[in-house]
């Protein structure tokens, strides 16, 4: 079965046809060796292969081998060239009977090692899942890049992204698209959730634009975030909102079935896969991006927090979705207005790698003016317009708004 197996391989449309369901490890030992040099010469060369070709190919690849297993290789490739063809279909059946058996041992395998409590099996598990379940494997190419140019340019322009309601931020960042991942990082109290909000629900904002937000709320409870967000939008106070509720609910109705909040207390990054995959929103908040789960374990905080980050984005691609993750700045930060990379908790590198766009949140520290509005945004990174630098604006805590 092995050799011709392999004798079909040979013919280059074949196997490029047929390559996403090959394995090596469908082979036995030997013949596994073989079907490795067959798919190198088939990258390398793109062109059917002799067994003269695949031999000499197999010996320059392997100057040092010993004369037994050469020896050994040599038999196997002759019995390949005499072994009989197999029909192109039933050879097709064949590749796809035992792809779907090492699935299924894959998966058990995964299975075991769950059941002895390893935390990045179902990780992996779920990777593999989704991987095949339209029949594809982890070694797939991806799909050529359009040549349409209109489609190109429809990527980088602000016609698809929503906008900072910001004026001082949206001047030199006009906003954010599906796909992208950005970042709100500041110290304790500054406001990052308030501006995360602002941006949702207040005046102009995602929500006021048409898009449908998601905010996943893991570190307050959410009703709490909402609140601000009812606040934000009505520009009602706490108190305006108590002394008369039923019309902050009238007004609150413009946006509510395009801002649904979670409590997302201990969920991990599969959960939050999950949850945006039911929901198919236009834009996800994630509020603290930091205290998502992974079920990898690693050897330092920082590896945890690029690997989370990198899930995050791999998420917004994934959704078609834009997602702002929020992030603890570290005391470095307290009382400064412009905060730097070199801020961020856990993770410098890390964080700054996976982000398209990253804001610093930084308020001074001035003991007669406590209770200054004045906030500092400051542009860290931006691959969305390339600008950095930092712009101001203003905070009103009483109503969770942002503005000029």
């Given at each position: 079965?092995d050799q011709?197996l392999?004798k079909?391989?040979?013919?280059?449309?074949?196997?490029?046809?047929?390559?996403?369901?090959l394995?090596?490890?469908?082979f036995?030992?030997?013949?596994?060796?073989?079907?490795?040099?067959?798919a190198?010469?088939?990258?390398?060369?793109?062109?059917?292969?002799?067994?003269?070709?695949?031999?000499?190919?197999?010996k320059?690849?392997n100057?040092t081998?010993?004369q037994?297993?050469?020896?050994?290789i040599?038999?196997?490739?002759?019995?390949?060239?005499v072994?009989?063809?197999?029909?192109?279909?039933?050879a097709?059946?064949?590749?796809?009977?035992?792809?779907?058996?090492?699935?299924?041992?894959d998966?058990?395998?995964?299975?075991i090692?769950?059941?002895?409590?390893?935390?990045?099996?179902?990780?992996?598990?779920?990777?593999?899942?989704?991987?095949?379940?339209?029949?594809?494997?982890?070694?797939?190419?991806?799909?050529?890049?359009?040549?349409?140019?209109?489609?190109?340019?429809?990527?980088?322009?602000?016609d698809?992204?929503?906008?900072?309601?910001?004026?001082?931020?949206?001047?030199?960042?006009?906003?954010?698209?599906?796909?992208?991942?950005g970042?709100?990082?500041?110290y304790?109290?500054?406001?990052?959730?308030?501006?995360?909000?602002?941006?949702?629900?207040?005046?102009?904002g995602f929500?006021?634009?048409?898009?449908?937000v998601?905010?996943?709320?893991?570190e307050?409870?959410?009703?709490?975030?909402?609140?601000?967000?009812?606040?934000?939008?009505?520009g009602?106070?706490?108190?305006?909102i108590?002394?008369?509720?039923?019309?902050?609910?009238a007004?609150?109705?413009?946006?509510?079935?395009?801002?649904?909040?979670?409590?997302?207390?201990?969920?991990?990054?599969?959960?939050?896969?999950?949850?945006?995959?039911?929901?198919?929103?236009?834009?996800?908040?994630?509020?603290?991006?930091?205290?998502?789960?992974?079920?990898?374990?690693?050897?330092?905080g920082?590896?945890?927090?690029?690997?989370?980050?990198?899930?995050?984005?791999?998420?917004?691609?994934?959704?078609?979705?834009?997602?702002?993750?929020?992030?603890?700045?570290?005391?470095?930060?307290?009382?400064?207005?412009?905060?730097?990379?070199t801020?961020?908790?856990?993770?410098?590198v890390g964080?700054?790698?996976?982000?398209?766009?990253?804001?610093?949140?930084?308020?001074?520290?001035?003991?007669?003016n406590?209770?200054?509005?004045?906030r500092y945004?400051?542009?860290?990174?931006?691959?969305?317009?390339?600008?950095h630098?930092?712009?101001?604006?203003?905070?009103?805590g009483?109503?969770s708004?942002?503005?000029?």
């Amino acid at each position: 079965m092995d050799q011709s197996l392999l004798k079909t391989c040979l013919n280059n449309e074949f196997y490029n046809t047929n390559k996403a369901k090959l394995r090596a490890d469908i082979f036995e030992d030997t013949t596994k060796e073989i079907y490795q040099t067959i798919a190198s010469m088939h990258t390398k060369f793109e062109t059917d292969i002799s067994s003269t070709d695949l031999f000499s190919f197999w010996k320059s690849q392997n100057p040092t081998s010993t004369q037994s297993w050469t020896d050994e290789i040599k038999e196997q490739i002759d019995d390949i060239y005499v072994a009989p063809i197999l029909n192109d279909t039933v050879a097709i059946d064949v590749i796809e009977n035992i792809w779907r058996q090492k699935i299924g041992l894959d998966v058990a395998d995964l299975g075991i090692k769950m059941s002895e409590g390893d935390a990045s099996a179902m990780d992996s598990l779920v990777t593999l899942i989704e991987r095949v379940s339209v029949g594809y494997m982890p070694d797939d190419f991806a799909e050529d890049v359009t040549d349409d140019i209109y489609e190109l340019l429809s990527v980088v322009s602000n016609d698809n992204r929503f906008k900072f309601n910001i004026e001082t931020l949206s001047r030199y960042v006009f906003g954010i698209a599906r796909g992208e991942f950005g970042v709100i990082a500041a110290y304790s109290n500054v406001g990052k959730t308030a501006f995360a909000i602002s941006l949702c629900a207040a005046p102009a904002g995602f929500c006021q634009q048409g898009a449908k937000v998601c905010y996943v709320a893991n570190e307050e409870v959410a009703k709490r975030t909402k609140l601000r967000a009812i606040q934000a939008y009505t520009g009602l106070t706490k108190e305006e909102i108590e002394f008369d509720p039923q019309v902050a609910a009238a007004r609150y109705s413009g946006i509510k079935d395009r801002l649904i909040f979670a409590d997302a207390q201990g969920w991990d990054i599969q959960m939050l896969d999950t949850y945006m995959k039911k929901q198919k929103m236009d834009c996800l908040i994630v509020d603290m991006a930091d205290k998502i789960a992974l079920t990898t374990t690693f050897n330092s905080g920082h590896e945890r927090l690029r690997e989370l980050y990198y899930r995050l984005r791999e998420l917004a691609k994934k959704h078609n979705c834009a997602v702002i993750g929020l992030s603890q700045a570290s005391a470095e930060a307290e009382g400064k207005t412009r905060l730097t990379p070199t801020m961020l908790e856990g993770s410098k590198v890390g964080k700054i790698s996976e982000t398209d766009i990253l804001f610093g949140l930084g308020k001074s520290d001035d003991a007669n003016n406590p209770d200054d509005p004045t906030r500092y945004i400051t542009v860290m990174k931006n691959k969305i317009s390339g600008w950095h630098g930092t712009v101001l604006c203003n905070l009103d805590g009483k109503t969770s708004r942002y503005g000029v």
